[in-house]
């Protein structure tokens, strides 16, 4: 059994940073691929970036260039490095940790506004 909670969520203008944590509780949270995932209202929910058991990394075409996520086992926490944010960014991220089982976060609202 594996809980998420993310965290970092806010505010942030056009142009903007933000760094989001998904810290996890349990065993072998180092075997668990983690993504992170958004939803914006009316949209469905859709894979930012995700990065496995031995380090690989995955982004979606909106994220390249501009998010960076890594994974700190010693912490139990995945981060996910926002930089020049664009409204269209707005949505509640969540992560999901996936071994054997996936489990989800309760998510983090990031909102894009000047």
């Known amino acids: 059994q594996v809980q998420l909670v993310e965290s970092g969520g806010g505010l942030v203008q056009p142009g903007g940073s933000l760094r989001l944590s998904c810290a996890a509780s349990?065993?072998?949270?180092?075997?668990?691929?983690v993504g992170w995932y958004r939803q914006a209202p009316g949209n469905q929910r859709e894979l930012v970036a995700q990065?496995?058991?031995?380090?690989?990394?995955d982004y979606a075409d909106s994220a390249k260039g501009r998010f960076t996520i890594s994974r700190d086992n010693t912490k139990n926490t995945v981060y996910l490095q926002m930089n020049s944010l664009k409204p269209e960014d707005t949505a509640v991220y969540y992560c999901?940790?996936?071994?054997?089982?996936?489990?989800w976060g309760q998510g983090t609202q990031v909102t894009v506004s000047s």
């Open positions: 999901r940790a996936n071994w054997i089982n996936a489990y």
């Open positions: 349990g065993s072998f949270f180092s075997f668990y691929t």
């Open positions: 990065v496995t058991r031995g380090g690989t990394t």
